[in-house]
T-cell receptor, first 115, second 114 residues
Framework: ETGVTQSPTHLIKTRGQQVTLRCSSQ?????VSWYQQALGQGPQFIFQ???????GRGNFPPRFSGLQFPNYSSELNVNALELDDSALYLC??????????????FGSGTRLTVV | GENVEQHPSTLSVQEGDSAVIKCTYS??????FPWYKQELGKRPQLIID?????GEKKDQRIAVTLNKTAKHFSLHITETQPEDSAVYFC?????????????FGAGTTVTVRA
């Protein structure tokens, strides 16, 4: 096991609902990043958290938000779910040193289906 | 990712032959380039990575080369085996926000024919 765990593994939600996904980082890592991976595509960067603050964001609307806790675990919250939000959501932890992230390790992901 | 281009999108090779995947990046400040292998329904697994101060790195049948001047890097798999069949993603540490973020290519589906 890589040490990065995500929950839940699968989730079905209705359009308009809200969802919270959870991630625990690997021991020794201090940064958590979230990615959205649609079927047949590469992971798309949502945002990154370091020291409990967002320090990088991709091209995702404000209804995608997150938190990082003192133990480096993290949550991804998505409000007002849309059908296009259906995807695999991956969390990755890493070690941020000298303005660079190393050792990105992914969790198994949460498969979100919006109906 | 918009900052990283990956080619080809699909690659079919005969068992025992070599496979090469190429990626280009746009930001010369990028300093770290990992490669991931993702099997169907599983998480991306780091297979090799290279930092910008190194030109080449090898690990058994897998090697990565980096050309900083041309801003491209490549994955080489030699003596391919059926278990090498998967989707491979390149990535680059791209400056974003207050610190760097990892941007991914669109992926290459590699099929090794027995």
């Amino acid at each position: 096991e890589t040490g990065v765990t995500q929950s839940p593994t699968h989730l079905i939600k209705t359009r308009g609902q809200q969802v919270t996904l959870r991630c625990s980082s690997q021991s020794g890592h201090n940064t958590v990043s979230w990615y959205q991976q649609a079927l047949g595509q590469g992971p798309q960067f949502i945002f990154q958290y370091y020291r409990e603050e967002e320090n990088g964001r991709g091209n995702f609307p404000p209804r995608f938000s997150g938190l990082q806790f003192p133990n480096y675990s993290s949550e991804l919250n998505v409000n007002a779910l849309e059908l296009d939000d259906s995807a695999l959501y991956l969390c990755a932890s890493s070690l941020l040193i000298d303005r660079a992230n190393y050792g990105y390790t992914f969790g198994s992901g949460t498969r979100l289906t919006v109906v | 990712g918009e900052n990283v281009e990956q080619h080809p999108s699909t690659l079919s090779v005969q068992e025992g032959d070599s496979a090469v995947i190429k990626c280009t990046y746009s930001d010369s400040a990028s300093n770290y380039f990992p490669w991931y292998k993702q099997e169907l329904g599983k998480r991306p697994q780091l297979i090799i990575d290279i930092r910008s101060n190194v030109g080449e790195k090898k690990d058994q049948r897998i090697a990565v080369t980096l050309n900083k001047t041309a801003k491209h890097f490549s994955l080489h798999i030699t003596e391919t085996q059926p278990e090498d069949s998967a989707v491979y993603f390149c990535a680059a540490n791209i400056p974003g926000g207050n610190d760097y973020k990892l941007s991914f290519g669109a992926g290459t589906t590699v099929t090794v024919r027995a």
